[in-house]
C-alpha cells in the first residue's frame, strides 16, 4: 500500500469519527472536512488529566473513544463526579462562553482518543456552519435537562433511589448487553457512584453490597453489570423493595 492510500484511508476513519460525534451531527462532507483540517487530534492513556478545574488556554473536546470523568472539587477539597463522558460526546466547552477557564478537571478512565478546537477556531466554524450552532444549543439544551434531574433527585429522593437512577443512566449511555445483563464498559469506583450521587462512600457501599449480594449487581474486573435491571429499574421508581 502506498503512502497516499494509508493517508487516504486515515482521512475516511477521521470523517467518520467527526461525523459521529453530537456537535457534528447532519453536517456535509464538506463541512467535515473544514472540521477535521481545523481539529487537533491526541491518543490518550488511562488516567491522564487533559485539564484542570481553574485552566485558562480553553479548548473544545470532544471524544471519539474511551470515557473521561468530569470532576469538581470545592475550597474544603471535597470533589464531586459532574458527569462521565462517553464516545461521540463534548466536553469542556462551557468555558468558551463563560469566562475562560475550566470549571472542573478532566480525566481519562480508560486509554482515550480525543478531539479538541480552539475557541477562536470553533466560533469560525460555528459563523460558517450555522448547523454546529444549533446541534451545540440542543448538546446545551440536554445537559441542563439531566442537571435539572439530578437536582430534583437530590432534593426529593432517598439515596437508594439516586443511586439506582444514576446506573440505570451509565447503562443506556455506555452499556452492552451480554449473557450476565448489561455492562457499563469503563471503570466505576464505589466512590464515583458516591459522588455522582451526592453521598457518602458509606452510604454506597450500604446500599451496594445486599444489592451485589442479591445476585443484582456484579463487578469484575472495574466493570459494573447489572445483573437484574428490572430490579434496579423498580427500586428508581418506587424506591426499596
Known sequence: MSKVERMSIVDVSLGRNLASLELFDALSPAALDEVRALARF???????????????????????????RISQSGSDGAQVVVRFITRGEMFGTVA???????????????ECTEVSWSEA???????????????????????????????????TQRVERR?????????????????????????????DIADICGTTLHSA???LTPWEKAGWLVTRDQRLTLCRPDEIEQIAENGET
Not at 48 to 58: A, E, K, L, P, W
Not at 123 to 151: E, P, S, T, Y
Request: glycine share 6%; hydrophobic share 40%; aromatic share 4%.
Open 205 to 207: 457501599s450500604r446500599i
Open 42 to 68: 491526541k491518543h490518550l492513556t488511562r488516567n491522564t488529566r487533559i485539564f484542570n478545574q481553574g485552566d485558562g488556554s480553553v479548548r473544545a473536546h470532544a471524544l471519539i473513544e474511551g470515557c473521561v
Open 121 to 155: 477556531d470553533l466560533a469560525q466554524l460555528m459563523d460558517r456552519h450555522h448547523r454546529i450552532a444549533l446541534n451545540f444549543i440542543r448538546i446545551i439544551g440536554k445537559r441542563l435537562q439531566d442537571a435539572q434531574n439530578r437536582v430534583r433527585e437530590l432534593a
Open 163 to 191: 443511586i439506582a437512577h444514576a446506573l440505570l443512566r451509565l447503562a443506556r449511555r455506555s452499556g452492552h448487553r451480554n449473557s450476565e445483563g448489561i455492562t457499563i464498559e469503563f471503570p466505576l469506583r464505589r466512590k
Open 96 to 110: 468558551l462562553f463563560t469566562d475562560g477557564r475550566y470549571p472542573a478537571d478532566a480525566e481519562t478512565l480508560t
